[in-house]
């Protein structure tokens, strides 16, 4: 008998691939039953039959029926072709005369492995059946030299090999076994098997003996000596006999050991496979190279991310992939993966696509190219996750870092953003900034609260965003400034026109709570754009000067005026920076203003008053350089060495015998606010020995608004360290008359716009001598500031005003010449003092 092995498939693929992995063999083939029992009728030296048993006209069942019943066919043997879900046609195709059955997909080794066997099972039976006797010695040499384990006997149950003469066992099964023929013989076939396996074993060699069936096999597990298991694949058959009746039944066996752990590390991996799949929060893929991405394999996670079954969409059955992405993005898609699959690399790419109920979904897909040995693209492979919840949060934060979140508007930062990019793309379009500052709803929040100012901010957004059009863009820039960014406008009129209406909507919107609203405009030119913080900062300032202005027109251009301005302003900072590195910079100097006891009619103490001396611009006023100090967080060390200044000048009071006289210093709320300014202040007070009962300091009313409960706070802890505190400015700002009982403050120093109503109003209307009523019953002393006449004088002095300053007094001085004051008030002490 041959080699020659038949494959017959419907399947021309699972022909070409079993004729492949049979490549060393002699291989026919036929697509269905009829040409197989043609080339069989044809061809007498095929001994071995691959035969798929579901086959469209004559199936594999019909196949072997005819095989059984045609005499021609009787020592063809047969394999049959399954799938892992029909174990029912299984057992008919081996009823029907098939030898085994190899189980789909095909395993190239369990293939190559079973067609060894039964091949060599072949050579075994015809030199047993034709050759038997005269060529005795050949039957020795196969049987000896084999490669697979050989037993052949006359009679064989479970429990016994019969004898040792009627048995013969070749070396090749003893080996592996780990058995030799005695104790195989000794022990029988039973006791070395599997316990798992030998009910299956039992029943199949029951059913030969009968002669239900002709053959039987299976693969099975021995128990060796040391207790290993060793897996084969057996076959059992029985022999025609010869004419003595010798040798009725043979069992072939081979070594399968390694292909079941290959096999069992392949089901763990597709276990493994498996269970990661399931997890995968989306999908995993095999997809051709094409525009419909048309699916060869797709996981089950499909469904959940589709919300269609993975079916539908393999060989693009009822839909393709194409169609669930989103159209923007589907140009997208195809150019990415070109550039990836001409490079090699690997694929990544977030984008949307719509699901069966026509939701939206963000995805990622990872994936790459296989390619042909030729380096073309065969397929695409990869995974598509559901990245939706993690684009709402991204979304969310992006929502949250570009707008603001009370009005949702977009903020200063996007707006930022938005001109650099744009600064970059040489646009010719006409483009402004139009700022509209309501600076003034800050003492809202000191009256009304915080929630009121921020609705009555949601209100002002509402009505500006009627203004939004594809030319505008709206963006709350501050907490009460607001800005639009236009372009492509025509003439400058579009620009007047525009703010004249947005004016007319804030005045009808804000005439009740009187709110005054300033509009700045700013053209953007490519000399302004480049430096952003310049353009943004000349938008506030010609916002602010429109507010100074509000009597001529609601709304103001910046210009070159205030280009100087700025350049001002920023040429201060610079001189501010220098001078904050460099605490003995003498730019920043004291000068000190007396304060008059009224009773006495002596100085008590001094105020010390910060100047700025510029080499640029001469003497700069406090009332300009401060706030700038201030906006820059440059009064924390400017108001450090001020600190120091004014110490140093306590110390030679002290030196020169005025160990009474006090000193006032201002501070602001950012020095306040800072945590370690008490502790810094001790120690310096500590340092240069400083008696802090001489000690005040002066903070203005408005900063008080910042945060009230917290500064006052602060205050409380300063006051209890013996350093006095004074409410400067006091009637202009935040601390109305109701709320001077809670403040931590030692005096109140009365403003001189109080002062100079003083010198048209009649005495009985002034309301001076209230305030300072109103403050001694609640237990400060009073300073009166600004005084500059006689008369002004007389009527504190009358309502019991404990101290005044002004240049009825003197006017601030250095130093020296402050000592001097009071060396001379020692000379001439019964004068009333006017210096």
Known sequence: MSEKILIVDDSAADRLIIKNMLRDYEVLTAEDGFQALEILSEDNEIGLIVLDLNMPGMSGFEVLSRLKEDHRFCKIRSIILTNYDELDNEILGLKLGAIDYIRKPVNIESLRARIDIHLEFLRVQ??????LEDKAHTLDTVFFQAPIGIS????MTAGDFISHDMTSINPAFEKITGWNKESLIRMGWAKITHPDDLAEDVENYNKLQSGEIESYSMDKRFIRPDGKIVWVHMVVASLSQSDNGKYRYICLIQD???????????????????VLLSHLPGLAYRCSYDKNWTMQFVSDGCYDLTGWPASSLLQNKDLTFNDLIVPEYRSLLWQQWQQVLASKEQFKQEYEIITA???????LELGQGIYSADGEVEALE????????????????????E?????GLYNLRYLENLLRQEAHKHRTEARALIGINMSALHAFNLTYGFRYTRMLIKNVAQALEKFIDDKRMLFLVYEQQFAFYIKSYEKTSDLTDFCQKVFDTLRNLLKVERVNVGIGIVEIDEENEAVLDRLLKSLLIASERALEHLDALPYNFFDQGMEAEIQRRDDITRELLEIASKPDDERLFLQYQPILDLKTRQICCFEALARLRSPKYGLISPLEFIPIAEESKLIIPLGENILRQSFNFMSRLTSNGYTDIGLSVNVSAIQLLKPDFISNLNSMISEMQINPNNLSLEITESILAQDYTEINRILGEIKETGINIAIDDFGTGYSSLAR????????LKIDKAFIDKLMYLNPEDAITGDIISMAHRRGHYVIAEGVEHEEQMLYLADHECDCIQGFLISKPQDGDRAIELLTRQARDSERPTRL
């Open 126 to 131: 015809t030199i047993l059946e034709s050759r």
């Open 357 to 363: 109920s026509g939701q939206k979904k963000w995805v």
């Open 740 to 747: 001077e009982r809670e403040l931590n403050v030692n005096c």
């Open 382 to 401: 990869g995974i598509i996750l559901d990245v939706s919840d993690r684009k709402d949060v991204e979304n969310s934060l992006r929502f949250a870092t």
């Open 256 to 274: 399968i050991s390694r292909r079941k752990a290959t096999e069992s590390a392949l089901a763990e991996s597709e276990r493994s496979k498996a």
């Open 152 to 155: 052949i006997s006359h009679s």
């Open 403 to 407: 707008h603001d979140t009370w009005t």
